[in-house]
């Protein structure tokens, strides 16, 4: 089983649109979980962290599940300018400092 | 608002060269890290950097690899003979380590290196 699972995609959604991304992790004992995303040969941007309670940042809801080991983003009112690659991350068991896993990522297109 | 910054940003070298990469990580950082993501694939960990020792390293950081701070504020990654696999975006990134949201890793623009 992957470290870190997503669906790839790709996503093509119109604007305005609602659009979810799922994604698993294989270790129980991961410490802090982020989304970020990464434009076209450009670095991972953060887009936020991911909170046991779930939190949400204008148009972006994450919510995290511990149970089942899953996370998952929510963009609400889709932009083009959200047309990126959405990177599950994870962070390794024992330290908040410690490296980070990736997903593979999920491209998200939005058109007009 | 404070970044990491790399160079350059294109390398391109021969088969056996060796090369550093360059990284001034956010200057109230304390760790910091290399991934590299060869093109199409994942963003994948190299090392992590801590007081001045490695705290952790990948399969992929042999001994062709090796890490630097020589000063405050740089922080090199070095490949002694560069190999065609070789070929990858670097990105460095820092964090905290101390405070709120002190775990959230920040990347520079990365350093595109080709071998031929």
């Known amino acids: 089983r992957k470290e870190v699972e997503q669906d790839p995609g790709p996503f093509n959604v119109p604007e305005g649109a609602t659009v979810a991304f799922n994604c698993t992790y294989s270790?129980?004992?991961?410490?802090?979980f982020f989304w970020y995303r990464q434009d076209c040969r450009k670095e991972p941007k953060l887009l936020m962290s991911?909170?046991?309670s779930g939190n949400e940042d204008g148009r972006f809801t994450a919510q995290l599940n511990r149970a089942s080991q899953y996370i998952s983003l929510l963009i609400r009112d889709s932009k083009l300018s959200d047309s990126a690659t959405y990177l599950c991350?994870?962070?390794?068991?024992?330290?908040?400092?410690?490296?980070?896993?990736f997903g593979q990522g999920t491209i998200l297109t939005v058109h007009p | 608002e404070p970044e990491v910054t790399q160079t350059p940003s294109h390398q391109v070298t021969q088969m056996g060269q060796e090369v550093i990469l360059r990284c001034v990580p956010i200057?109230?950082?304390?760790?910091f890290y290399w991934y590299r993501q060869i093109l199409g694939q994942k963003v994948e960990f190299l090392v992590s950097?801590?007081?001045?020792?490695?705290?952790?390293k990948s399969e992929i950081f042999d001994d062709q690899f090796s890490v630097e701070r020589p000063d405050g504020s740089n922080f090199t990654l070095k490949i002694r003979s560069t190999k065609l696999e070789d070929s990858a975006m670097y990105f460095c990134?820092?964090?905290?380590?101390?405070?709120?949201?002190?775990?959230?890793?920040?990347f520079g623009p990365g350093t595109r290196l080709t071998v031929t």
């Open positions: 270790n129980s004992a991961s410490q802090s």
């Open positions: 991911v909170y046991s």
């Open positions: 990134a820092s964090i905290k380590g101390v405070g709120q949201n002190s775990y959230e890793q920040y």
């Open positions: 950097f801590y007081n001045n020792e490695i705290s952790e």
């Open positions: 991350v994870v962070n390794r068991e024992g330290t908040s400092y410690g490296k980070l896993t």
């Open positions: 200057s109230n950082h304390l760790y």
